[in-house]
């Protein structure tokens, strides 16, 4: 079977364990996705499945990817992502996946975009200690020196500077799954994953699991 699905960060909350140790969690929907595509490496060159997430109004859906729905027989989604499979003829156009997926599953890595920050100073996005904020010191947030200027007379690529930071894709391994809820499609995660409430995530097994 698939070894990843498509999802939704909820938010966190926490939860006692069995040892009364209070866990944070989060709280992800997982699914239910459906297959909107299968692809062969007769026709495609590979082996995959593509899975939708969450309907859309179809005013909002382009005419080419109404087409593309309506193959498989889906209502439009608003989120896609391919899965590699070593069999993608054991799966069906419009083929329903839940959270059952991850039923038993003790471990899972979960992919997401980080929040954005926007432009950022090296003090907030790498830590830099900043200088004096005493005795006439200008330079309180600055970066400091960047080069040398004889040689090799230019800055080298990777400096740590000032710049955009946050909004990129991130992947958090091994996260422990506390808890599998298949009625409401529910997956509660031990820890915090990336991205804003309502992002959308890819849950799949770690690779222990798979």
């Known amino acids: ?37 299968i692809k062969t490496e007769e026709t495609d060159g590979y082996n995959a499945i593509q899975i939708g997430f969450e309907d859309k109004k179809e005013k909002r859906t382009t005419k080419p990817l109404k087409g593309h729905f309506e193959k498989a027989g889906v209502k439009p989604k608003r989120a896609l992502h391919e899965v590699r499979v070593p069999n993608p003829q054991d799966y069906e156009l419009g083929q329903e996946l839940t959270v059952q997926l991850f039923e038993g599953v ?61 909004d990129k894709r991130r992947t958090v391994r091994n996260l422990k799954v506390f808890k599998v809820i298949p009625d409401k499609n529910v997956i509660l995660v031990r820890g915090s994953v990336p991205g804003a409430r309502n992002g959308y995530v890819v849950v799949r097994r770690a690779k222990d699991e798979r």
């Open 1 to 37: 079977m698939a070894t990843m699905l498509l999802g939704k960060k909820i938010g966190m909350t926490s939860l006692y364990d069995e040892k009364g140790v209070l866990v944070p969690l989060t709280v992800i929907q997982v699914g239910p996705c459906y297959v909107t595509q």
């Open 106 to 166: 003790k471990r899972v890595d979960v992919i997401g975009r980080s929040k954005g920050k926007g432009f950022a100073g090296v003090m907030k996005r790498h830590g830099f200690a900043g200088g004096r904020d005493s005795h006439g010191f200008e330079w309180h947030r600055h970066p400091g020196s960047i080069g040398a200027s004889a040689y090799p007379s230019r800055v080298f690529k990777g400096t740590r500077m000032a710049g955009h930071m946050g």
